[in-house]
């Protein structure tokens, strides 16, 4: 089984705090993405990563930044949290190519900003 | 430009009764179709996904969907359901040659005893 693991489940942070969420993901797949929900909102796609060192801009980047150093490991990093980036984050991957790969998705962060 | 719209937000239904949760969809391309759940504090798991071929698509849990190339709908579908159902439902596609999906609002499907 496919599994993408997210480091924090929940986590406070102050206003201003610069703010990490880790994901990990085990099946060797190039994709990586970050994705925001919030009620009414569905999903919304921050960043993605198609390789190593490789990140596009999702609908909503701003106050956002990723890193991806290795292959299994997708960092999503809020610079200067914010009151309206609280909110649930959900990491996910997929296998490369257009074939309608099944996206797998992790267990999710929530974050709350203060 | 592509969109996803799911009409109901919130579906409320008797236990052992059928549903459908509505999804449409508008792409300039050609795209695939996924359902997704999210059961309470937990990520998404995928449910049933339309590639090619057959139009209508069996997924787990006993739920299914048809997509509707002319009306371009893939509303999913259980003939009866369990209060272990009770979840939110995201529809998504995938543009052909894209990597990443695009969700509609989700529909909080509610069973009740």
């Known amino acids: 089984d496919v599994k993408v693991t997210q480091s924090s489940r929940y986590l406070v942070k102050r206003t201003g705090e610069k703010v990490f969420l880790e994901c990990v993901q085990d099946?060797?797949?190039?994709?990586m993405f970050w994705y925001r929900q919030d009620p009414g909102l569905g999903l919304r796609l921050i960043y993605f990563?198609?390789?190593?060192?490789?990140?596009e801009k999702g609908d909503i980047p701003e106050g956002y930044s990723v890193s991806r150093e290795k292959k299994e490991r997708f960092s999503l990093i809020l610079e200067s949290a914010s009151t309206n980036q609280t909110s649930m984050y959900l990491c996910?991957?997929?296998?490369?190519?257009?074939?309608?790969?099944?996206?797998?998705f992790g267990e999710g962060s929530w974050l709350t900003v203060v | 430009a592509q969109s996803v719209t799911q009409l109901d937000s919130q579906v409320p239904v008797f236990e052992e009764a059928p549903v459908e949760l509505r999804c449409n969809y508008s792409s300039s391309v050609s795209v695939y179709l996924f359902w997704y759940v999210q059961y309470p504090n937990q990520g998404l798991q995928l449910l049933l996904k339309?590639?090619?071929?057959?139009?209508l698509v069996k997924g787990i849990n006993g739920f299914e969907a048809e997509f509707n190339k002319s009306q371009t709908s893939f509303h999913l579908r259980k003939p009866s359901v369990h209060i272990s159902d009770t979840a939110e439902y995201f529809c998504?596609?995938?543009?052909?040659?894209?990597?990443?999906?695009?969700f509609g609002t989700g529909t909080r499907l509610t069973v009740i005893p």
């Open positions: 099946m060797d797949h190039e994709n």
């Open positions: 339309y590639l090619s071929g057959s139009t």
């Open positions: 990563s198609y390789d190593v060192k490789m990140k």
């Open positions: 998504a596609v995938l543009q052909t040659g894209a990597n990443n999906l695009f």
């Open positions: 996910a991957s997929s296998d490369t190519g257009n074939r309608g790969n099944t996206i797998y």
